[in-house]
């Protein structure tokens, strides 16, 4: 064998070690899954950026690129460990709070970059891929589990007669079992109706990933009480009306936060971010444009009812807190209790000059990060400090 083909060889062995989560037949069936349930401004937005590209397909990008140099930052982003044992509200403080990087962290932050204005059209085809992987992977229960046995794969089983483990189980053996592609997969389950579609689209991000902790506590209560881990077709039984139900949340799911972040359509960024034209955004009176979108003027105690809409907002500024990249400004309340945050990039990074108890005006498109509303700023045009 040549050097060439054991480059090769290699390739093959890490890109396959790499392709995990939920496999490729049940990342591609979410993909094929949302799909089905797009509105038409989020279908045409996707087209937009991925071409002949589908959802499915670009489902496992981020596994195949992972182990790539300027990627291997993101393998924190597949998962999230906590311990066992933690109730409802526990378990919310503890995802929110956590400071390493997450699957949970990770979807916020790509939502942030695929809804913002000031992303490229690169960015945004990038954090599309990975927040269509990153719903899948947060519905898959072993994903939501345990550090010290890495997500049950340390957790041996055998199963039909061939050692595994309890990830790779969940991840793929149970689907292989099944014996269906990701199309006719698609088929088989999304059966969803009207009324579940938008109960499960509302449920709010942290109940999906509780879902997949209280999944997975069972599965290691489970195993822990099973004699020699051998697993037979009773698990399966047991088991894949589940794995079926996860896939067409995740699948549902991931259309709804696609149908949020492109109710206005694709909204790409410009080289001067939205323009202003007439008035005083401080008043209230300035309308402003990005594309087809034009801002309306809202009340900053409404702003969490305005999620991915141009709006105008007037409050007063409660402190700030400036970063390496960027400074973001408390409007309506001190943190962690603010209303909304300003979070001032780019150009816009450097133009805090003291507002404290004064009163601005922002105009730009209203976001989710960790559950509250914020306005990403890089047009210092965007930011009007009322008179006094």
């Given at each position: 064998?040549?050097?060439k ?19 490729v037949?049940?990342?591609?069936t ?9 509105s ?10 991925l ?10 990008w ?10 291997k ?9 906590l311990?066992l ?10 995802v929110k709070?956590?400071t390493?990087?997450n ?8 939502e942030r ?5 000031a992303?490229?059209k ?5 954090a599309?891929k990975f ?5 899948g992977?947060l ?10 046995d ?5 957790i041996?089983v ?10 790779a189980?969940?991840d ?8 269906l592609?990701d199309?006719?997969?698609a088929?088989?389950v ?19 990933i509780w ?7 069972k599965?290691?209560a ?7 881990r ?7 039984q ?10 067409e949340?995740?699948?549902?799911r991931?259309?709804?936060v ?5 109710a ?9 971010g939205?323009?202003?034209t ?9 309308q402003?444009?990005?594309g087809?979108?034009t ?10 009812n305005?999620?991915?809409?141009y709006v ?8 700030h ?7 973001l400004v ?16 780019g150009d ?5 000059n ?7 005006g922002?105009t730009?498109k209203?976001?989710?990060?960790k ?18």
């Open positions: 064998m040549n050097k083909q054991f480059l090769f060889l290699c390739t093959l062995f890490v890109t396959a070690i790499a392709l995990i989560s939920w496999g037949t049940g990342h591609r979410i993909g094929r899954i949302a799909a089905n349930h797009l038409p401004q989020a279908s045409a937005a996707v087209r937009e950026l071409g002949n590209e589908t959802l499915a397909e670009a489902s496992t981020p596994d195949e690129v992972r182990s790539q140099p300027e990627y930052h993101t393998g924190p982003w597949h998962y999230i460990n311990p044992g933690l109730s409802e509200p526990d378990f919310e403080k503890t709070g956590m390493q990087e699957v949970y962290s990770a979807l916020l932050q790509q970059v695929l809804g913002s204005t992303s490229s690169e960015q945004k085809i990038e599309l927040i269509v992987h990153f719903i992977d519905h898959q229960p072993m994903h939501v589990s345990r550090e010290e890495k997500g049950g794969n340390t041996q055998n199963y039909s007669g061939v050692g595994t483990n309890l990830h189980l969940w793929s053996k149970l689907l292989d079992h099944l014996g592609d199309q006719q997969l088929q088989k999304d059966q969803v109706s009207a009324a579940q579609v938008t109960a499960w689209q509302n449920d709010p991000l942290i109940k999906w879902e997949s902790y209280e999944i997975s506590s599965l290691y489970e195993i822990d009480a099973m004699n020699g051998s697993i037979d077709d009773s698990y399966y047991a088991h894949i009306q589940i794995v079926q139900q996860r896939i949340m995740a699948g549902v991931l259309a709804g696609l149908n949020r972040i492109f206005s359509g694709l909204v790409t960024s410009s080289a001067s939205m323009p202003v007439g008035g005083s955004a401080a008043t209230g009176d300035a402003a444009t990005a087809s979108a801002a309306k003027t809202i009340d900053i105690h409404d702003a969490a305005h999620y991915n809409e105008q907002v007037s409050a007063k500024v409660y402190g807190k400036a970063l390496d990249n960027m400074t408390n409007l309506g309340a001190a943190y962690p209790d603010q209303l909304l945050t300003i979070v001032l990039r816009a990074k450097d133009i805090y003291g507002w404290d108890g004064q009163t601005i922002v730009g209203i976001v989710s990060y559950d509250k509303p914020e306005i990403v700023v890089t047009d210092p045009k965007m930011v009007v400090v009322a008179k006094q």
